[in-house]
């Protein structure tokens, strides 16, 4: 759990957070994101994060940052009982593999695969070894 996360999971600082995104405009870019101009990029690309705020609107991507960072899905991963492919990037900065193994752990019937030349958008940089890994599994 990062320092962030525990702040924001303190529910007055989050109805704070809440009402504050609240007040922000809705509007965001009608077509959609040409990803294919970010492949090789890194995991914290600027330009590609700003291209994902401009298409999904600033009040819809805080939003959705801040419920991400709230959410606990400890014990509902516990729950699950299918199988479950869990993929990481061997060169993921926002998963590293520590946490990738931390998570599949949790979940009865996982495998895990690392495509370790790819970062945490492995569908951009590398979808055919994405793919591969799914038809592998599947």
Known sequence: DSRLARF???SFIFTIISTCISFLPSWHKADYA?????IGTTDYNWERIGSDIVHTGLRSYLALFF???RFDGTE???KINIPVLVVGGGKDTVFP???TLDLASQIKNSTTVFIEE??????INHPQKA???VGKFI
């Open 67 to 69: 419920e991400f960072l």
């Open 131 to 133: 793919c591969e890994a």
């Open 34 to 38: 040409d990803h294919r101009k970010f």
């Open 76 to 78: 509902l991963v516990k």
């Open 97 to 99: 593999r520590k946490i």
């Open 118 to 123: 790819t970062n945490h958008i492995s569908l």
């Open 8 to 10: 924001v999971r303190n």
